[in-house]
């Protein structure tokens, strides 16, 4: 019987996949190379307050999404975002910036991003700041840290990481390789923090631009400051993928002040590069992907099409793969 699992990633999916298990009445520990959880639902703390460097909300379209949320609603650990919408549109240069605004409900974790991540993840155990680079399985698994640390005797792993660094891990543990056609789901973005104190007609900023996907102003998330967070798209990221932070601080106050029109001082906070941020165009979300034998499973928002509320239900799938492979064998034991 399983019924100690190892979780690699503490994003949403690994805590979602986690939080169902223990549920269940398994016994989970959760890796993450990172020093919190929260994976790219993540906040960087600052003397400006958190800064929302990764996923700016999240929406709720499916009916466990939604009681999710209304959960994390009631403890606290999120809120809605009471944002004015706006598009930003460059043309050939000819910039125009115009009120769109909405229906559509959105969410942010308080007081910052990670906020339900980490109450998933409450009285579960973590291991942080350990990047697992090598799995080894003999009727269980062990685990190994790139310190040199190991970690031994799951009955079963559950894999979260973007498909990229799942394909690395596999290829290391001389696993079969189930990653190979897509592994290239993920494009890059460079996100960029910098403080204004005026504030533009829109604090979600959808962009037709050649360079930018999204800009948010935090003014109304609790929380928060005042600062502006402009997410560069995909091909434009990738195009300056190792240029300096000082060349994305330049890129993102020329925006600002000549297109958002904020003259006031604008000053450079952080810029961060996430090496697999949004889903590429047309992609075909592949699903969970699994080595049943071996008790082994990957997935991530990108196995159902990117966005947070996939981050959670892929969670919850890989979670359900387990406990169906568990019974099943004892059905058939």
Not at 25 to 35: I, W
Not at 114 to 137: F, G, H, N
Not at 151 to 168: C, K, M, R
Not at 286 to 306: T, V
Request: aromatic residues 8%; hydrophobic residues 40%; glycine residues 6%.
């Amino acid at each position: 019987m399983m019924k100690n699992i190892a979780v690699i990633g503490a994003g949403l999916t690994g805590a979602a996949a986690a939080a169902k298990l223990v549920q269940q009445g398994y016994q989970v520990t959760v890796f993450d190379k990172g020093r919190v959880a929260g994976g790219r639902m993540s906040s960087k703390k600052t003397e400006h307050g958190y800064l929302d460097m990764g996923a700016q909300y999240f929406t709720a379209r499916s009916d466990l999404f939604k009681q999710q949320v209304q959960l994390w609603l009631e403890a606290g650990c999120a809120d809605i975002w009471a944002c004015r919408t706006a598009l930003l549109c460059n043309d050939e240069g000819v910039t125009s910036l115009v009120s769109s605004a909405d229906a559509q409900l959105r969410f942010i974790g308080v007081p910052s991003m990670q906020s339900p991540v980490k109450s998933l993840l409450q009285a579960i155990p973590i291991v942080t700041e350990c990047r697992i680079d090598r799995l080894s399985y003999q009727r269980q698994w062990t685990l190994y840290c790139a310190n040199n640390q190991s970690y031994s005797n799951f009955d079963a792993v559950l894999i979260t990481l973007p498909p990229v660094q799942a394909q690395q891990l596999l290829s290391q543990s001389q696993l079969p390789d189930l990653i190979a056609t897509n592994s290239q789901l993920l494009e890059p973005c460079w996100a960029v923090a910098v403080q204004a104190e005026a504030c533009s007609m829109g604090d979600a900023i959808f962009c037709q631009h050649p360079k930018l996907r999204f800009i948010s102003h935090q003014q109304h998330k609790q929380g928060r400051t005042s600062c502006y967070i402009l997410h560069f798209n995909a091909s434009y990221s990738a195009e300056h993928l190792q240029a300096r932070p000082e060349f994305w601080f330049e890129q993102a106050i020329t925006i600002v002040r000549d297109e958002l029109n904020i003259q006031h001082s604008i000053e450079p906070l952080v810029a961060h590069r996430w090496l697999y941020a949004s889903q590429r165009d047309q992609a075909i979300a592949p699903g969970i992907m699994a080595l049943p034998e071996q008790k082994l499973w990957i997935g991530g928002d990108w196995s159902f099409g990117g966005r947070v509320e996939n981050a959670y239900l892929a969670g919850l799938n890989l979670a359900q793969a387990l406990v169906e492979t568990q019974h099943l064998a004892g059905e058939l034991s």
